[in-house]
């Protein structure tokens, strides 16, 4: 007897975990937790329709936190840019939502585990001068891909090469 494969149960569960919480989200009258998730939503639709699916599918979890990692990094810079043209008002909605958003993202790891990690690849990798950096940073966020923000590991790299 043949088995078919189920496309649609595929960890679909962050998807619409999202598209049920707004529902929640409009009766609790929770205007940034709405609007964070219909921006998720949103998102989610794009990403189907970028890579030529129905707008009405689901996104894998992975994908789904794809989205979400975009979209957080968004704010991040929108904060920044708001931050430079003093608007504070601007600044905390963004907060705001970036702090949902990160309630969707596996927690991130921190400086110095990250460091760890990046000695004990370049030692691996026997890499000793930094025309090479790039390589290193390559390996290191296929490793931590989803666990660490690429800044903080470029950082950490830069750092290793100065002198």
């Known amino acids: 007897m043949l088995k078919f494969f189920n496309f649609y149960n595929i960890k679909t569960m962050l998807h619409k975990q999202i598209k049920n919480k707004i529902k929640e989200a409009m009766l609790a009258k929770n205007t940034v937790l709405l609007e964070t998730l219909r921006s998720m939503i949103a998102g989610f639709t794009n990403e ?4 030529g699916r129905k707008p009405n599918e689901m996104l894998n979890d992975e994908e789904a936190l794809a989205v979400i990692n975009r979209l957080a990094k968004q704010r991040k810079d929108s904060i920044e840019q708001f931050k430079k043209g003093n608007r504070e008002d601007l600044v905390k909605i963004e907060k705001a939502q970036l702090t949902v ?3 969707y993202l596996p927690k991130m ?3 110095d585990e990250i460091e760890k990690i990046v000695k004990v690849k370049k030692e691996e990798l026997k890499i000793t001068d930094a025309s090479k950096k790039g390589m290193l940073m390559s390996v290191i966020m296929k490793d931590l891909k989803g666990k660490a923000d690429g800044s903080v590991v470029k950082e950490i790299v830069d ?3 100065e002198h």
């Open 48 to 51: 189907l329709v970028a890579k």
């Open 101 to 103: 958003l990160e309630t």
């Open 109 to 111: 790891m921190d400086k």
């Open 159 to 161: 750092s290793l090469f």
